[in-house]
């Protein structure tokens, strides 16, 4: 708490302001449970990045295999290149899943009663640091994804193969790896464009339909509260000069998208409508003040992944500001 500073005066229509120590929070007594699960799952996220950006795919195995279908010899060099990506694919998969559930149980401690979200965020700023954490995993891991197209090729030859069931004696115990229902979970995970942000969107939608006791806006303010938080930390120099680190600023323009895509998501009149609790305008000044190639891919993320952008309800105004 030594590290907050609430911010003067100067507040504009009542948007949360306080700095959140994205890069030195450190998880108190009443944290550390929670922290220590979600710290387990976050600590692999950076091998998972690392495995994805270096993900050369079989495609020209694959074409060799498919002009040549009666060379034996090209169909065991492709199924033998194959099978250790499908192992790889299933563990990015995999890993969404662990992802779900740290979100869910950061969700849970950041919304319960009697604290509101802001208190929430302000007393447990070790969760916030993780929930940001997740969020700023999920859009670098979708940015790498949109640039493979080799992932959805591998995995659609996977499935032709085995469903073919043309290689009988190759390598065939990679189904108790990666049997039929894994393989169908897997394919509807990738065809997604943006299969992270999509697994965190979910996750949220189904923490809100299963937690019946708890206001959606429990959840809804936490999301906006983020938004707020991330924004005035970009604009305010008395706060972007108090990280060490340019990558710090990177880190919470991610963030702040993330959450406003979450949102976007999970409230029934999403971000850009004009009762939203997250101001979009300033938001996307914020980063459109930034250097282009630092925040192409994010106004990307705002226009391609969100729900309600294009909503009639949407401000013109906002709509030509993200064109």
């Known amino acids: 708490m030594g590290n907050l500073l ?16 994205f890069e030195n929070a450190q998880p108190t007594e009443g944290e550390r449970e929670v922290w220590n699960q979600v710290n387990s799952v976050l600590q692999d996220s950076e091998s998972i990045l690392t495995g994805l950006q270096a993900y050369k795919g079989a495609g020209q195995e694959i074409r060799d295999a498919i002009q040549n279908p009666n060379d034996f010899m090209l169909q065991e060099r492709a199924w033998n290149s194959v099978c250790p990506l499908v192992i790889k694919l299933k563990k990015f998969y995999s890993f969404s899943l662990r992802l779900e559930e740290a979100l869910q149980s950061l969700l849970e401690c950041l919304t319960c009663p009697p604290l509101t979200p802001t208190q929430h965020l302000e007393r447990e700023q070790a969760l916030a640091k993780q929930f940001a954490e997740i969020l700023h995993f999920t ?21 032709r193969t085995i ?27 990738y065809a997604e464009a943006t299969p992270m942000l999509k697994t965190l969107s979910t996750a949220t939608t189904n923490f809100v339909t299963e937690n019946k006791t708890l206001p959606l806006e429990n959840t809804t303010d936490c999301l906006s509260t983020m938004a707020s938080v991330c924004k005035v930390m970009l604009e305010t120099p008395e706060y ?19 959450v406003i895509i979450l949102y976007d998501h999970v409230h029934p009149n999403g971000a850009f409508n004009k009762s939203s609790k997250i101001d979009m305008k300033g938001c996307i000044k914020v980063l459109k003040d930034q250097p282009a190639d630092n925040v192409e891919g994010l106004l990307n993320a705002l226009k391609f992944t969100t729900k309600h952008l294009n909503d009639e309800s949407t401000p013109k105004n906002i709509r030509t500001m993200l064109q």
């Open 6 to 21: 609430k911010v003067l005066t100067r507040e504009i229509e009542n948007y949360p302001h306080f700095f959140l120590d």
């Open 163 to 189: 469903s073919r069931n043309r290689i009988n004696n190759m390598n065939l115990d990679i189904e108790n790896e990666v049997n039929n229902e894994m393989a169908n979970r897997m394919s509807l995970f």
């Open 139 to 159: 859009l670098r891991f979708d940015e790498l994804k949109m640039r493979i197209p080799a992932i959805q090729n591998d995995f659609s030859y996977y499935r």
């Open 240 to 258: 972007s000069s108090r990280f060490s680190s340019d990558d710090t600023l990177l880190f919470c323009m991610r963030v702040m998208v993330g």
